[in-house]
Every structure is written in C-alpha cells, then in structure tokens.
C-alpha cells in the first residue's frame, strides 16, 4: 500500500481509491492552490490528515491550523488578496464563527481566488445541531457547489478553484458527511510543477478593500454582478439530466439525496426523470425551467431545509409554469440523512403507485445501549469525579465543546447545559449575576480556550463576576483527531513557541490560579470546595495528558510496559465505585456481582487506585506489550 503523500503527489495520470476528504487535497494540488488554513472539526479534519500525510519540505501549498474559523478565513482572504489561491475548511457549525468576515467577502476583489469548503453535518452525526449553511451563503452572495460522489468533489473543487480566481469571488464547495468519508476510484491529472514561493501582488487599488459607507453599494453590485456572471458562464455544467426517460414525473435533487434516489430507482415501477444539481446557489435557472416545462410533477428532493424548493417554486411562480411541484410535507422532511430508506419513503409518499412502501427492518437482537464515554485514564474522568464530591448539589455547571462534553452524561452529570465553543464563562456569567446562593462552575478545554474562550473571560474579569472557571487542560485538540493548539507545542509544520494558558490568564488579571494534576483527585476537590466560596473569578487548571495520544506515542517508540490494575476479591467489598462512580470502562461487573479488570482496555494509569474505600484495586506486573 502506498503511502497517502506518495499519492497525493504523483505527478502523471493515473486511477486511485480514495476518500472524499482525500480527493480535495489532490485538486489543491492540481489546482495550483498555495495556502490552506483550517480550524480542525469533523466530517473535515481527513483534509488536514491528507495533507500532513506530506512531508513539510515536499508540500506544494503552506498549511496551518489556525486558532479559529475566524482567522483560518482572514488568512486565506489576506493571501487571495496577495495574488494567490487559497482554499479554507471548516465543520458545518464553524462557519458560524467564521460569518464576521466571511460575509464580507463576496464584496472583495480576491485576485488570487479562494475556495472555501465546508463540512456539513445532516444528521448530526458529530455536531450539536444539523444546520442548513446554504442560508448563510445566500446571506453571503457565496456561490456553492454541492458534490455527491467523491469523484465530484476532485472535479467541483478544481471548477470552483478556476471560476473563483477568474472571477476574482469567493466560493463554497458543499461536502456532507457521506461525501467527505465516500470512498471511490478517482482518476487524477498530471499538475504543473510551480515554484513554491508565494506572489505578493497586493494593490489597494485592486480594491477598495475598506467597506465603509460610500463604498457599500458599489461593492454590493460588484457581488451580484459577479453571481450572475457566475450562473451565465458558458463553460460550467451547473445541472444535467442524468436519467432521461419518456416520462411526465421528475425529480429535481443534488448531493447524497441524488445518490440514494437512484437506488431507489432500482426497483421503481415506472421511469423518472431526474435533473441533478451541481451548483445550488445560484440556481441554474435555464435548466430548472427546461426541466420543468417539459414534465407535469417534479418532485424536489433535498436534506435539511427547503432552500432549493422555495427558490424553485418562486422560479415557476414567476414564469406561470404549469407543472406540479412537491417538496417536503411533514416536519420529519427537515430532520436527519437522506439515506436510501427515507429517500423510499418519501417517494413513496409522493408516488404511491412508483414506489413501495418501506419494510419493517428486521428485527435485531435486543443489544444494550453503549453510551460514549472517556478512554481509560482519561484524566477528566478523574477530575470530574474529584469535583462531583466537592459541590454542593445546588451547583450550576456549565458545559463546554470537547471531549469533556462527556461529562453530562452519567454518573459525574458535570455540565447542565451546552451552547458553543466557548460560551461557557459568558454563560456562567449570566447565571451567577444576582445569584447569591448557588455556586456557578463552568468547564472549559484548552484548545476551546484558545479557539473563542478569552472573550468571556475577560468579560468576567472586567465585569468582576463571581465564578469558578475549570480549564480542563490535555494537551491536544483530542476530540477532532489531536491537532496541535496554541499552548501544545506543535503546528502543522513541526515545533511551535508555546504559549502557556497560565500566562494569558495571569496577563488578564486573574489572581486566583491554581494548578493541579487531575489525578491528585483529593486535592483536587479541596481545592474546588475552597474557590467556589470565594468572591470573583477562580480559576483551576486541570492538567493531565490525553492518555489516548499519550499511549500511541509510546507504543510507537515500542517503549510500553503496561501494568494493569487487577481488583483483589478477597479486599472488594462490591461497593462499585469504581464502576458507577468513577466509570472506568476497564472494569467490569461478572453474572456474579464480582467487579474484574478487563485487561485489553487497561492502560495501567492507576488514576482509578484511589477512588476504592476497600483498596482493593492494586498494581499487577504485566509484560511489555
């Protein structure tokens, strides 16, 4: 097997399986793309994988993590406007953070050209929420193209590179969660080996780059004039129809939802057109009017919201088009993947007589729920598991984004409730402002720190609201695939300065600091009942290694000798605290009621020791492994 950088680098035509997330790398590549910035979060973070698969010094583009959406954006405009094309990825929910500038952007001159890729989430499969990004590009003059195989998101990107750096405008290429982890044979071109050194052609007067006043409308029709340039550009297929038959009912569709409709097709009873969207703002009106002219039911099938239907169906208001047009009917339309079973079922809402109903699945075995939870020795077991005993029971905590999220779930129940990244000490501020009796405690990850943290924090100190803030500190960006962060050490072009959470805090201000390994649990939780009570912002670091990225090192150096926790019958008195307080999944409960060590989980951490009243958990010699 070849090794991913090899790939992504070979320079002649050839054929490859790969992943979606992997076949945008290549088009960068092919595209002639020369910087990428990024904030890390899933169905995307694969890019960024692929690209690290290459050595620094054998990179075609420089890369970075920046420390938000925000920024990874400001960097790739301020290199567009220098004259070269940039590309910027993101999770579904990070364009929210990104929206500022962003849209701003439509109204620039990028004369290097800028492709932003976004990464959203039907289905919700790792995000809070499933929203529906085609709004806020709509609200950005921001043209999208929307991919439903893996081969689609090599061409589209390539496409939109082009169109983006001859038109000199932003645009988005809409990937889903299917389409970034879709696996297929993708033929790739030969590229033009350029210099690595990157243009510096910025001119003010390539502008105007300062939106005030005088210049807004200007820069406004500037947008709209480029938007319909972009939809009567002779060289782009915007839609086609991909299955033409002599029938009078169509399907209007684009994405995964085109993907599974032609399963469905398989077994239908009768022909259908299908008219399959590549771009989906702006409409490729001619076609859509073509299309509906020529039938007398379209059907319009679409995830999330209705944004290609409510366009369409003001299309065919508009040109007194008599064609029946049906979208979605129940609120269970907007909600989930549109998979091959619900594409079924909603087909066979709209055409009965086309397609069947849905079977029942199968029954399954009746298999017990499994949560998520933390990896054994996840050092914020053991902190909220310190902290549980410190608080009163009327405590208000406040959950934040990260692998500490976890902790709302059972037994520690840390965390009350979720908003975003970083909302935690501004929503702790609200909770705590004219509350005299309740303690207020909010968690917060040091990447998610860096990422949009400090606002709210420094709101705290200026505001002088009375909290505890607990930074829970591992070292990584564990939860999207451990990136580097300011404070790790590490970018993603090697070593990096580091800039110590303490010394930010300590820079706002912030008297009350302190510092412990979260498995000193008992100091931990003295520690925690003596800051709630004291008046202001507290602040406690809770440090310990993500011991997942921790262990990996290890066993690749081959230096692991893993001494596993073993339970001594004779001391256990089955009180269970290990396993429904603490929760470590190493350990077990037997038909029997014996609580025992399952050996290929436990990493020998010994954080859970001190939690046993019987002290019946002990140290056992095992071998390297």
Same mark, same amino acid.
């Given at each position: 097997?070849?090794?991913?950088? =090899?790939?992504?680098?070979?320079?002649?035509?050839?054929?490859?399986?790969?992943?979606?997330?992997?076949?945008?790398?290549?088009?960068?590549?092919?595209?002639?793309?020369?910087?990428?910035?990024?904030?890390?979060?899933?169905?995307?973070?694969? *890019?960024?994988?692929?690209?690290?698969?290459?050595?620094?010094?054998?990179?075609?583009?420089?890369?970075?993590?920046?420390?938000?959406?925000?920024?990874?954006?400001?960097?790739?405009?301020?290199?567009?406007?220098?004259?070269?094309?940039?590309?910027?990825?993101?999770?579904?929910?990070?364009?929210?953070?990104?929206?500022?500038?962003?849209?701003?952007?439509?109204?620039?001159?990028?004369?290097?050209?800028?492709?932003?890729?976004?990464?959203?989430?039907?289905?919700?499969?790792? !995000?809070?929420?499933?929203?529906?990004?085609?709004?806020?590009?709509?609200? !950005?003059?921001?043209?999208?193209?929307?991919?439903?195989?893996?081969? =689609?998101?090599?061409?589209?990107?390539?496409?939109?590179?082009?169109?983006?750096?001859?038109?000199?405008?932003?645009?988005?290429?809409?990937?889903?969660?299917?389409?970034?982890?879709?696996?297929?044979?993708?033929?790739?071109?030969?590229?033009?080996?350029?210099?690595?050194?990157?243009?510096?052609?910025?001119?003010?007067?390539?502008?105007?780059?300062?939106?005030?006043?005088?210049?807004?409308?200007?820069?406004?029709?500037?947008?709209?004039?480029?938007?319909?340039?972009?939809?009567?550009?002779?060289?782009?297929?915007?839609?086609?129809?991909?299955?033409?038959?002599?029938?009078?009912?169509?399907?209007?569709?684009?994405?995964?939802?085109? $993907?599974?409709?032609?399963?469905?097709?398989?077994?239908?009873?009768?022909?259908?057109?299908?008219?399959?969207?590549?771009?989906?703002?702006?409409?490729?009106?001619?076609? *859509?009017?073509?299309? $509906?002219?020529?039938?007398?039911?379209?059907?319009?099938?679409?995830?999330?919201?209705?944004?290609?239907?409510?366009?369409?169906?003001?299309?065919?208001?508009?040109?007194?088009?008599?064609?029946?047009?049906?979208?979605?009917?129940?609120?269970?339309?907007?909600?989930?993947?549109?998979?091959?079973?619900?594409?079924?079922?909603?087909?066979?809402?709209?055409?009965?007589?086309?397609?069947?109903?849905?079977?029942?699945?199968?029954?399954? =075995?009746?298999?017990?729920?499994?949560?998520?939870?933390?990896?054994?020795?996840?050092?914020?077991?053991?902190?909220?598991?310190?902290?549980?005993?410190?608080?009163?029971?009327?405590?208000?905590?406040?959950?934040?984004?990260?692998?500490? !999220?976890?902790?709302?779930?059972?037994?520690?129940?840390?965390?009350?409730?979720?908003?975003?990244?970083?909302?935690?000490?501004?929503?702790?501020?609200?909770?705590?402002?004219?509350?005299?009796?309740?303690?207020?405690?909010?968690?917060?990850?040091?990447?998610?720190?860096?990422?949009?943290?400090?606002?709210?924090?420094?709101?705290?100190?200026?505001?002088?609201?009375?909290?505890?803030?607990?930074?829970? =500190?591992?070292?990584?960006?564990?939860?999207?695939?451990?990136?580097?962060?300011?404070?790790?050490?590490?970018?993603?072009?090697?070593?990096?300065?580091?800039?110590?959470?303490?010394?930010?805090?300590?820079?706002?201000?912030?008297?009350?600091?302190?510092? *412990?390994? /979260?498995?000193?649990?008992?100091?931990?939780?003295?520690?925690?009942?003596?800051?709630?009570?004291?008046?202001?912002?507290?602040?406690?670091?809770?440090?310990?290694?993500?011991?997942?990225?921790?262990?990996?090192?290890?066993?690749?150096?081959?230096?692991?000798?893993?001494?596993?926790?073993?339970?001594?019958?004779?001391?256990?008195?089955?009180?269970?605290?290990?396993?429904?307080?603490?929760?470590?999944? /190493?350990?077990?409960?037997?038909?029997?009621?014996?609580?025992?060590?399952?050996?290929?989980?436990?990493?020998?951490?010994?954080?859970?020791?001190?939690?046993?009243?019987?002290?019946?958990?002990?140290?056992?010699?095992?071998?390297?492994?």
């Amino acid at each position: 097997m070849k090794l991913l950088g =090899e790939i992504l680098l070979r320079n002649e035509s050839f054929s490859e399986i790969v992943m979606g997330d992997t076949a945008v790398v290549r088009a960068m590549i092919e595209a002639g793309v020369k910087i990428v910035s990024s904030y890390p979060g899933s169905p995307t973070p694969e *890019i960024a994988q692929a690209i690290q698969s290459i050595p620094v010094e054998k990179r075609p583009f420089y890369f970075e993590f920046s420390t938000n959406e925000k920024v990874a954006t400001e960097v790739a405009y301020g290199a567009s406007i220098q004259g070269n094309l940039s590309a910027v990825f993101f999770k579904s929910v990070g364009m929210n953070v990104a929206l500022d500038s962003l849209v701003q952007l439509s109204m620039m001159e990028l004369i290097g050209g800028m492709v932003i890729i976004l990464g959203d989430d039907p289905g919700a499969n790792s !995000s809070q929420n499933e929203q529906d990004n085609r709004h806020l590009c709509r609200l !950005s003059y921001l043209p999208v193209y929307e991919p439903a195989t893996v081969e =689609e998101v090599y061409t589209m990107f390539k496409e939109a590179a082009s169109l983006s750096a001859e038109l000199k405008m932003p645009i988005a290429l809409r990937l889903t969660t299917h389409v970034c982890h879709a696996k297929e044979k993708v033929h790739f071109h030969p590229f033009d080996t350029q210099s690595g050194n990157l243009l510096q052609e910025f001119d003010p007067n390539h502008g105007p780059y300062i939106p005030i006043t005088s210049e807004v409308f200007p820069l406004k029709r500037k947008a709209l004039e480029k938007l319909h340039a972009l939809q009567t550009h002779p060289s782009i297929l915007s839609a086609k129809v991909v299955s033409s038959a002599p029938s009078k009912k169509g399907v209007i569709c684009s994405g995964l939802p085109y $993907l599974s409709l032609k399963e469905c097709m398989q077994n239908a009873k009768e022909p259908i057109d299908i008219l399959k969207l590549h771009r989906v703002y702006p409409l490729p009106e001619k076609e *859509i009017i073509d299309f $509906l002219t020529h039938h007398e039911e379209v059907k319009i099938l679409e995830e999330l919201d209705d944004s290609i239907e409510k366009s369409i169906l003001a299309l065919a208001y508009s040109r007194d088009i008599k064609c029946k047009i049906t979208g979605k009917n129940s609120m269970e339309d907007w909600i989930g993947e549109y998979t091959p079973e619900k594409v079924q079922s909603l087909m066979h809402q709209t055409w009965p007589a086309c397609f069947d109903k849905v079977k029942d699945p199968l029954e399954r =075995e009746n298999i017990k729920p499994r949560p998520p939870q933390m990896c054994p020795g996840c050092g914020h077991r053991s902190a909220f598991y310190a902290i549980k005993k410190a608080l009163p029971p009327d405590t208000i905590t406040v959950a934040d984004i990260g692998c500490h !999220s976890l902790g709302f779930l059972s037994p520690y129940q840390m965390g009350q409730m979720l908003l975003s990244m970083g909302h935690c000490t501004g929503t702790a501020s609200g909770l705590s402002t004219g509350n005299d009796g309740r303690p207020v405690l909010a968690f917060i990850g040091d990447s998610t720190f860096f990422h949009a943290g400090l606002p709210g924090i420094i709101n705290a100190v200026y505001n002088q609201h009375c909290l505890t803030l607990v930074v829970m =500190e591992n070292g990584t960006t564990a939860m999207t695939g451990h990136q580097g962060h300011p404070a790790s050490g590490e970018n993603t072009r090697g070593n990096a300065p580091k800039i110590p959470v303490r010394k930010v805090l300590e820079s706002f201000g912030i008297e009350s600091i302190q510092e *412990i390994d /979260t498995y000193r649990q008992q100091e931990l939780q003295e520690m925690v009942k003596k800051a709630i009570h004291e008046p202001g912002l507290k602040v406690i670091i809770a440090k310990h290694p993500c011991m997942l990225k921790f262990m990996r090192n290890k066993r690749r150096k081959g230096d692991v000798m893993i001494q596993p926790v073993e339970v001594d019958q004779d001391t256990c008195h089955q009180i269970y605290e290990c396993i429904e307080d603490f929760a470590c999944p /190493t350990f077990q409960r037997t038909d029997d009621g014996k609580v025992v060590t399952q050996h290929d989980l436990c990493i020998g951490d010994q954080s859970c020791i001190s939690t046993c009243p019987t002290k019946a958990l002990k140290v056992k010699k095992g071998d390297p492994s």
